[in-house]
Each structure stands twice: as structure tokens, then as C-alpha cells.
């Protein structure tokens, strides 16, 4: 089909599934959701992709392309190619199935081949309910301000940023965001996600506000201990924008494809697919990102 999924180099026609860093590159032509675009041009300057929204489809060499929530960030997609001969390919990107308060979650879609991020594909990562999320996050912003503290939440620039946004805004506390966050927020707001009242941190603490930081890393990689001292934090809490282990088996099991292949984690999980009877295979090793 001379179709590249997320290629990291310039490439002729490519389906890019969402914003962050590691999966744009200068295409010369593709598409991707209208989100995505926006972002990718917000990062790049320029973006040559053609808006492919949710709902909408392309044809392309007798095949037909369309693009559905990934829930991962803003524009994330997961990429479906329905071939002529009725076989069906899913490419997840990076993908979470919780609901959010920024993006709409990923819901498995019946294919007979299924391209897959791992990131949390062992089992020791399963995260807490959102719930006891939220409610952790709570508390360390009220202690940090019962301690005269200023809670600092750090997390990645999309997406996890604008999530921690939502988040304490709806607490009730004034949200101070990095220009590196407000760049991306802009975007969410412009396709009408709520992100809150903010303002746009310039480097001076306004009068009136702790001094004093208190930090907070929202990752899923949480679950580590070593996190919390490798980041060099206070408290790290596991806000992910990525599934579970648990998640991640439950997905596969309602997508039943006939071939797996996973990508972006530990080639343990493709064996564990194995196990469970999927015909899975890795498709070679990355480095995990720290977000
Ligand atoms: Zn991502």
C-alpha cells in the first residue's frame, strides 16, 4: 500500500497516530486526525498531512483507511485498514481505554491483524483506579499548601500536562502552567476540550503564592519505586496516558485477532500473548520514554 505507520523519517504517505515526539516526523504527504495536525504544526512549524477526522475514511490503493480515539492525548488515533479482500489491520499507536477528562478513551475494534503498543506490558504495572488517582493527587496539593508549599506537578508537555490541568483546576486551586504546556493547552482549547482556568507561568511567583516547591511526577512508570529518586521528586503518582498490563491482555482478548505484533515495550509481552494462545511476535526493542 506504500503506507508508513508512524515512521520516524521523512516519508511519502504516512498515517501519523497522535502528537508526541517520537512518532512525527516531515512527512511529505499522509494523514492524520485534525488535532494531531495541529499539533505536529505547533511542533514542526509545518505539517503536510491531510485531516483524516473520527468518522471520516480514505481510499487508498483499494483499501480503505479511517482513524478512531486512541485516548492517549489530544488528535491520538488509532489507524484501521479494511482490505478489499475484507481483512482488517489495527494499529493502536500509543493508547489508554480509561476515560479521561481531555481525551475519549480507546475502545477495541474486531481486526485480524493487530499492531500494538506494549509501554506497561509486565505485570507488576497495574495501575490504581482513577479514583484513588485522583484522590492521591488531591492530597499531595493539599498538604504541599498546608505545608506553605507550592505543588509542582510535573509531567510530559502534551497531553499528561493538560490532563494534570483538568485535573487540579477542578479542585478549586489556582493552575499556574510552564509555556512549554501552554503552547499544546491552546490546542486543546481551540477543539473545545476545558481545560480550566490557568495562567501561563513567566518565571515570576506572583505575590501572594508559596515559594517553597513541592513536586509531584505524574507517570505511569509511578509504579517503580526508583522513579520517584531517578526523577529526583517528592512524590510520584501513576497518571498514565498509556494501558495497563491488565488493560493491555483485556484489549487484545476483545480485539481477537488472528496475529499480534507489539511494539514500544518489553518483548516479554508478545511471549505472554503467546501463552494465552495469540499468534504474537515483538517487533524489536525501544527504550522506554519517561513519560
Ligand atoms: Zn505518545
Redesign the pocket.
Known sequence: MDLALDPPRRSRFAVVS?G?SD?IARHLAGVASPATIALVARRLGVCRLSPLAFGDHLERHDHRIWLAPAG??LGAAQVVVDAPDGRRLVYTG?FSVRARETVQPASPIRADVLIMECTFGLPRYVFPPDEEIRERIRAFVDRALADSGAPVLLGYALGKAQEAMALVSQLGYPVYVHPSVAQFAEVYLSFGVDLGQYAVYEGQIPPGLPRNARTLYLSGWALDRSTKFRIGVDEAIPLSDHADFAELVHFVKQVQPTRVYTTHGPSAFADHLRRLGFDAQHLGSHQPALF
Open positions: 497522535h508526541h512518532h492517549h492525548v500509543d
